[in-house]
């Protein structure tokens, strides 16, 4: 039912910095401004990044593009039957013609949407990296196979790989990328979102940009075993931990089973974490960031 990531919609409390801050460094172009609201995307897509002024910096919804409208009806009703809280019918955004908005046992808010217009030039000019697309979310929960029980469930989406534990489950859409959204355990929010990018030149461009700036990356560049791309992790100027990764595993076989692997004492096993070596530092392994209630016309 679900074909791809939709898009990420952020409250910020500095919404100029923000906007500035995904413009200089992923290098996003803004699409859409208004009092209150920025639409902003790496490609032809209408949004992609969504960011609402607000007064404290949280989450607002995760949106995830279903391929018609049938398949939006379709998790509502799963919705409604895994007995999950339906918010919303009514699209967050003009630009999507029909949409599903609900809430996971932990509070976690996904918009499940029709697909959105490509409205936007195939190239654009400007500073910073220039993605090729929004990847993928990691959620932080504080029950990962529960969680991901229910957005097999619903959204039908199928694990890709998991830890022995359920510490981290890696889920795919139905583009066949390794995950489009993972689960680990921690406090209820989002872990991170993700950028794709081109090539391995682009890590180095990225750490430039971040080191012009006085900033740094939070871990990497590495390869990750799960999933088998390169990443490399900041955190951006309202507090999000932004990956950006490529050569993103791709299974295309149907009969794909569910990989386990053992993670390892806190996250210890590089062939999971990272086949280069160096593992992840406290300041990825604790961060997370809360979703705000979700408040509906």
Known sequence: MVQRLGYVALNVADIDIAIEDACTVAGLRVVEREK???LLSSNRRHAELIL???NSDSVRSIGLQAHNAD???????????????????????PCIDRSVTFATSEGHIFEVHTPIPLTQPVRHTGPGIRPRCLDHVNLSSRDSEAISNELETVLGLRQSERTTGHEIVWMRAADNRHHTVATVKGPSGLHHFSWEFASFDDFKRLGDTLDAQGR?????????GAG???FAY???????????IAEMEVIEDENHQARIADPG????????????GALPPR???EHFVPFAPLITA
């Open 52 to 54: 609402y002024a607000s």
């Open 265 to 276: 004492e806190n996250l210890s096993n590089p062939k999971v974490v990272n086949r280069w």
């Open 216 to 224: 740094f990356l939070v871990w990497g560049p590495g390869r990750h």
């Open 71 to 93: 398949a939006v009806a379709t998790v509502r009703h799963r919705a409604e039957q895994a007995g999950l809280t339906v918010l919303s019918e009514r699209p967050s955004l």
């Open 36 to 38: 209150g609201r920025a």
């Open 228 to 230: 088998d791309n390169l």
């Open 283 to 285: 300041l990825w392994t």
């Open 234 to 244: 900041y955190i951006d100027r309202s507090g999000f931990l932004v990956e950006c």
